[in-house]
């Protein structure tokens, strides 16, 4: 679960860590999946959501690796 958290917070919403779940800057009210990336489609600002999508590969590609490493049974 730390995996997910960013230690400098969320750009544009930075007392907010985790990039899977969160309030986004736009609707602080609710929790939004993928706030950076939501946040930027609804702006149609493609270059900062491409941005993002890289992000949350390099994170998820980060976690699937040291799952794979783990010995966890299932």
Do not use: C
Request: negative net charge; proline residues 5%.
């Amino acid at each position: 679960e730390r995996a997910f958290l960013l230690v400098n917070g969320i750009p544009n919403n930075p007392w907010y860590r985790h990039i899977i779940f969160s309030p986004s800057s736009i609707d602080a009210y609710g929790g939004q999946a993928f706030p950076q990336l939501s946040d930027a489609l609804q702006k149609e600002n493609w270059e900062e959501a491409q941005q993002n999508v890289q992000t949350l590969v390099a994170i998820l590609e980060d976690v699937m690796s040291f799952l794979s490493a783990s010995e966890i049974e299932i």
